[in-house]
């Protein structure tokens, strides 16, 4: 992923939170895949591109988030201390609910939806060696999308989810420059 980054100076994040099941995660939009472990959503994340060598997908890493909560920052959307305005909170929803990911165009920047609010979303950052870091708020609170959460990995929330990045396969070779 990294020399990928490096060499293209970019990488696709999905469009919506996963949805579908573990095995089969390539819905476009529909109900977030809830109540499943970490473990289960980087699984499913892997599972997003398959069948093709010169593309992987993967959970999306704490810095990536860390990358697009800068980029959305530039394109005039606050995600330092209130992301309630375009992402699905309780205030926005008048009721604390999850909505199928991407049914609502005011919770969407930049063409990514939920980003904010909807569901907490797991990411590939640690905290230790028995915690991971979920990161922004879900629909029931009001955190911002760059709050980081701690949880064991093993643990099973209605609100948790998780989002794919791709990145281009880079291919060596021993004659390569």
């Not at 472990?37 to 994340?45: I, P, Q, R, T």
């Not at 988030?65 to 980029?71: G, I, K, L, M, Y």
């Amino acid at each position: 992923m990294s020399d990928s980054v490096k060499k293209y100076k970019c990488f696709y994040i999905g469009r919506y939170e996963l949805t579908g099941t573990v095995e089969d995660p390539t819905d476009k939009a529909g109900i977030s895949l809830v109540n499943q472990n970490w473990y289960n959503l980087y699984k499913a994340c892997q599972n997003v591109v398959t069948g093709n060598s010169n593309v992987k997908s993967t959970m999306i890493y704490g810095v990536q988030w860390d990358a697009v909560c800068n980029w959305l920052e530039q394109s005039g959307f606050d995600t330092n201390s209130d992301s309630s305005s375009w992402g699905n909170y309780k205030p926005n929803s008048g009721n604390g609910y999850k909505v199928n990911t991407g049914s609502n165009k005011l919770y969407e920047a930049n063409k990514i939806f939920d980003f904010a609010g909807n569901c907490s979303e797991w990411t590939q950052e640690a905290y230790s060696n028995y915690a991971r870091f979920s990161r922004g708020g879900y629909c029931n609170n009001n955190k911002p999308v760059t709050d980081r959460g701690s949880l064991n990995p093993d643990d099973l929330w209605g609100f948790y989810s998780s989002r794919a990045t791709l990145y281009i396969c880079l291919l060596y070779t021993s004659d390569a420059a």
